[in-house]
């Protein structure tokens, strides 16, 4: 809506990453191979807090779908 949002580093990463690969669903675990690096060793929940803040900053309650099971896609429109 041609508002600013600040988005925290990794918030930005996630955000690029499910954009580069819009419509497709990544896991929790790819997510954070990719955000935040093979050798993070912390809980893969810390994808769904980044991305519930994301939908929240965003304003992309449906846009970031969440697919049981498997993680995240998302569906926004060009």
């Known amino acids: 809506d041609g508002k600013e949002v600040t988005l925290t580093p990794k918030e930005f990463d996630l955000l ?3 954009d ?5 669903a990544l896991s929790r675990e790819k997510l954070l ?3 935040w690096g093979y050798d ?15 939908r929240k900053k965003l ?3 449906n846009e ?9 896609v ?3 429109g060009e």
């Open 33 to 35: 191979n990719l955000a």
């Open 40 to 54: 993070y060793e912390g809980e893969s929940r810390t994808v769904d807090a980044h991305i519930q803040r994301l």
């Open 74 to 76: 998302l569906e926004r």
């Open 16 to 18: 690029v990453f499910l």
């Open 64 to 72: 970031i779908r969440t697919v049981f099971r498997v993680g995240y």
């Open 20 to 24: 580069n690969n819009r419509g497709l």
């Open 59 to 61: 304003g992309w309650k």
